[in-house]
């Protein structure tokens, strides 16, 4: 069957790259990560097997992100990673180009957006389409987005936090904020570095968060093994964390996720104001999944919050549902060669 296929939606994240076949579901979720050889400039490694890399290169080589908060940072680069994603879901059999469909934060600027549909089609797609990743979450998360009901969705990703509040098919208040999962393991590994003394990695800071973090203060608490480089002395040791310090440490970070979903409850026409209130907040994207999240969002703005199904896969889910049906959803597409 592989060589019919013609559509393929694409969630090019920060953080991870979801490919998305319609009928056949997300074909490929691997970190956004590219390994690039720096004497001649060669790209050796794309996804998890440059991901393994992070971190552990000798000087000649680097693992780095081509997309930076949720935008194209290295065109040329993104391009290739691009080319590989498609060339792997599609199989060397592949007799066609495909349409494909490409997810953007909400801020996005018509450079950026230009850049994308370029560098979908340079690495061999015959259409691309583009959509803000709001919409294509909700239609993803199963919120049917041309109701005259307002419904706001709330994407945490790993480089940005896309909040809107969506009626009638378009967006009518919305804020992108660069602050999402890695700003969080970054905060993690500072504290770790204060308070402790030691240096640990992004995948380390992420691993603690995915183990014992939390969003609020928790009675019971869990505890984390923490190795590291001791700063002072240079060498390997071991530290012990807890839930609660985890929650002290993103408490910053968390606090200006929470202002940009206010930020756009505040811009809300009142009518779609008391839909939310009814309806609740749909928390999509992988961060969202930090414990007690949900609660967090409700004793900020209190407004219920709940976690769609599989919030990793909303935005991916939404690009295949838009490709199935883009007369439907032609009137959200941004921009399409």
Request: aromatic share 6%; charged share 25%.
């Amino acid at each position: 069957m592989a060589f019919f296929i013609r559509k393929l939606g694409i969630d090019l994240g920060t953080a991870n790259t979801l490919v998305f076949v319609p009928n056949e579901g997300v074909v490929l979720n691997e970190p956004s990560v590219v390994a690039v050889s720096v004497p001649d400039n060669k790209i050796l490694a794309v996804g998890d097997e440059a991901k393994a890399m992070v971190g552990k290169t000798p000087d000649t080589i680097i693992a780095y992100r081509p997309m930076k908060d949720g935008v194209i940072a290295d065109y040329r680069v993104t391009e290739a990673m691009l080319r590989y994603y498609l060339n792997k879901a599609l199989g060397k059999w592949n007799l066609f180009k495909p349409e494909v469909m490409v997810s953007v934060p909400a801020g996005v600027t018509s450079t950026e957006r230009r850049s994308v549909v370029e560098a979908a089609m340079k690495a061999g797609a015959r259409a691309a389409y583009i959509m803000k990743e709001p919409i294509l979450a909700a239609i993803g998360a199963g919120i049917p987005i041309y109701e005259a009901t307002g419904h706001m969705v709330v994407d945490i990703g790993g480089g940005t936090t896309d909040a809107a509040v969506i009626s009638l098919g378009g967006i009518v208040a919305s804020a992108s904020f660069k602050v999402a999962g890695n700003k969080i393991d970054q905060a993690i590994a500072d504290y770790i570095k204060k308070t402790f003394n030691l240096a640990v990695g992004e995948k380390t800071a992420e691993e603690i968060k995915i183990a014992i973090g939390s969003a609020i203060t928790v009675e019971k608490e869990d505890s984390y093994e923490v190795k590291g480089r001791d700063i002072l002395t240079g060498l390997p040791r071991a530290a012990k964390i807890g839930t609660n310090e985890i929650v002290k440490a993103i408490d910053g970070e968390l606090k200006e996720i929470m202002k940009t979903i206010k930020r756009v409850l505040q811009d809300t026409p009142p009518e779609l104001a008391s839909d939310i209130i009814d309806q609740g907040i749909v928390m999509t994207g992988g961060s969202s999944l930090l414990r007690n999240l949900d609660e967090l969002v409700y004793r900020s703005t209190g407004v219920r919050a709940k976690i769609a199904d599989e919030p990793l896969l909303c935005v991916a889910k939404g690009t295949g549902i838009a490709l199935e049906h883009l007369e439907v959803y032609k009137k959200s597409i941004l921009a399409k060669r």
